[in-house]
Every structure is written in structure tokens, then in C-alpha cells.
């Protein structure tokens, strides 16, 4: 599991051609979770999800 800062998350993203496929507008770095984190943190998930879209409401 990748535990680094949101900061070396997006830097990752875009050293790997990320720029290409992902517009980076928020990263969000939870103690627990990993590739299928809304099954294992859907908490987090949801609150994320709810975050993401509340300013479109």
C-alpha cells in the first residue's frame, strides 16, 4: 500500500503520464484502504465521494 503524502501521490501521477488521462482536483489519503477501498474503508469512501460533489449541489 502506498503510504506517502497527497503531494507524492499527484507528483507520481503525473511522472507516470498521469497529465495524459487525469485531471488531478483533490487527493485524499486515508490510513486504511487500498485498490479496492470502498470495500475495505467505505466510510471514507463515501465521505470522499460526498465532498467531491457537494459544491455542485
Not at 39 to 52: C, G, H, Q
Request: no cysteine; proline share 4%.
Amino acid at each position: 500500500m502506498w503510504t506517502g503524502t497527497a503531494e507524492e501521490r499527484i507528483e507520481a501521477l503525473r511522472a507516470s503520464g498521469g497529465r495524459f488521462y487525469a485531471d488531478v482536483r483533490g487527493v485524499d489519503v486515508h490510513a486504511k484502504g487500498s485498490h479496492f477501498g470502498p470495500y475495505e474503508n467505505p466510510e471514507a469512501w463515501v465521505d470522499d465521494l460526498r465532498n467531491t460533489y457537494r459544491e455542485l449541489r
